[in-house]
């Protein structure tokens, strides 16, 4: 039996997160002692044509937000800023929000401060948490984020008057390549759990493994948030765990509380 301290000893868990982005999630599973298994199933590509970003950097000034809903877009708007020949401080020109902890985290690091940072980890959160700081009818508000991504964040803002330009800055393309070796493992039932943090790792993961491999019964599927979890079942895995707090960190700790359990021994 594993020690409480460990309460992931012997289990194998799979990480699909870009390979950028997982050191957090392996470190952690593996102090708890996973042996982590790392099948990134998407990469992150900034778009080859960011004129649009350069046009909006270029009159920040006209923008009461500036939202960021990811740590991707963080990246790559923060890695233009030096060759267009802005810094940071540029954005002191607005107020910035952000979903999720870690995407304030990342604006934090480069020294941006965050004006709003809701609780929930979803679009209609953030809404909600800028609406409640004034009257949007009028106001110009800036997002970039992915090519590919949800419109409930600039159709709420649209709705509250609010005047969103909305720029794709980068994009998910798939990563696993051939998974058969991945899908042997896992129908072989030598794997305990695969990791989700976000709807294209499972659309990405199910095309490499295949429909079978997938959506066995044969692991656990540890979801990051009910978005996540709805593509996941859609495609009919087997999703057991489900993160309470939308985080790497809150997904760790549904897999620790899951493994923990008598029934998942």
């Known amino acids: 039996m594993a020690q409480a301290s460990q309460p992931l000893a012997g289990r194998r868990i799979v990480i699909t997160r870009a390979r950028e982005q997982a050191g957090e999630l392996l470190q952690a599973l593996a102090a708890l002692g996973a042996e982590v298994v790392t099948a990134p199933a998407i990469r992150i590509e ?21 939202v960021f809903t ?10 233009t800023l030096p060759a267009w020949g802005h810094a940071a401080n ?8 952000a979903i999720g902890r870690a995407t304030g985290d990342a604006l934090s690091a480069r020294g941006v401060p965050v004006d709003v940072l809701p609780e929930g980890y979803v679009a209609e959160s953030l809404v909600d948490a800028i609406a409640s700081q004034g009257d949007l009818h009028g106001a110009r508000v800036l997002i970039p984020q992915a090519e590919v991504a949800r419109d409930t964040l600039a159709e709420g803002l649209r709705k509250l008057g609010a005047e969103v330009d909305v720029i794709p800055v980068y994009r998910t393309v798939p990563a696993l390549g051939d998974g058969a070796a991945l899908a042997r493992e896992i129908l072989a ?13 499972v659309h990405s993961f199910v095309q490499s493994v295949g429909a079978v491999a997938a959506s066995c019964d044969r692991y656990s599927a540890a979801v990051i948030g009910p ?9 009919g895995l087997p999703v057991a765990i489900e993160a309470v707090e939308h985080t790497a960190a809150g997904l760790v700790d549904a897999l620790a509380r899951h493994f923990r359990s008598p029934a998942a021994s």
């Open 90 to 97: 540029a954005f002191a020109k607005a107020r910035v929000a």
């Open 189 to 201: 039932g030598r794997i305990d759990a695969i990791t989700f943090t976000s709807s294209s790792t």
């Open 46 to 66: 900034p778009l080859a044509d960011l004129e649009p970003l350069r046009v909006a950097l270029a009159d920040l000034g006209r923008y009461r937000w500036i």
């Open 227 to 235: 978005i996540t979890a709805a593509t996941a079942r859609g495609y």
């Open 70 to 79: 990811s740590q991707n877009s963080v990246q790559v708007v923060f890695d």
